[in-house]
C-alpha cells in the first residue's frame, strides 16, 4: 500500500499522541511531501510534539516535488505538491483533512482518509477501544481546536460506536 500524507493529520495526531496508528493501519510505504515535513516540523511546535513527528518523518519517504502540477488555484503550494505526489506515486490511499484537498482528490480518484477516519479506522481494527477513540476525538475538539460540525461530530461518534451496541 502507497499513502501519502498531508500536514494537518500529522500535526493532529501528534498533538493526541496517536502517530503511530498511520503504519498499524497503512501497512506499506509511507510518502510525505519535503514541503510537508518542513510545515510540521516548523515553527512554534511543542518540544514533544515534534520529537512524535520527527520520529514519524524518520520511517517515512520524504519525497521533494520540485515542481507540482496546479490542480486547484485555489490549493496551496503544499497541498498541490501533496497532490502530485499522490498522482505520480497512484497512492491507494491520501491522508488529508482539507475539504478541497479531500474533493479534488477523490476527482483524481485516490481514496481519502482524514484524522477522524483514521481514528475510526483504529476502533473497527480494535487498535482503539471506542472510550478511547470517543476521548481522543474530544480532546482534539476542545484542547486542539479541530474544528469540526456537529453533524460531522456526531456521525464520527456513530461510527466510533458502531457494533458495540448491536
Aim: include cysteine; hydrophobic fraction near 50%.
Amino acid at each position: 500500500m502507497i499513502v501519502v500524507a498531508d500536514a494537518a493529520p500529522l500535526i493532529f495526531l501528534a498533538k493526541i499522541n496517536q502517530l503511530v496508528l498511520i503504519p498499524m493501519l497503512c501497512d506499506g510505504e509511507i510518502l510525505v511531501p519535503s514541503k510537508v515535513r518542513h510545515e510540521v516540523l516548523g515553527r512554534g511546535i511543542p518540544p514533544d510534539e515534534e520529537r512524535l513527528l520527527a520520529v514519524f518523518l524518520s520511517k517515512c519517504k520524504v519525497v521533494d516535488v520540485k515542481k507540482p502540477d496546479v490542480f486547484a488555484k485555489a490549493l496551496s503550494f503544499a497541498d498541490n505538491c501533496v497532490l502530485t505526489l499522490a498522482c505520480k506515486s497512484k497512492a491507494d490511499v491520501l491522508i488529508a483533512d482539507d475539504r478541497l484537498l479531500r474533493k479534488v482528490a477523490i476527482m483524481e480518484g485516490i481514496r481519502v482518509i482524514g484524522t477522524l477516519g483514521i481514528l475510526i479506522w483504529a476502533t473497527q481494527k480494535q487498535l482503539l477501544s471506542s472510550k478511547k477513540a470517543h476521548h481522543l476525538l474530544n480532546e482534539l475538539v476542545e484542547e486542539h481546536s479541530f474544528r469540526i460540525s456537529t453533524a460531522v461530530y456526531e456521525v464520527a461518534l456513530s461510527a466510533i460506536f458502531k457494533d458495540q451496541f448491536g
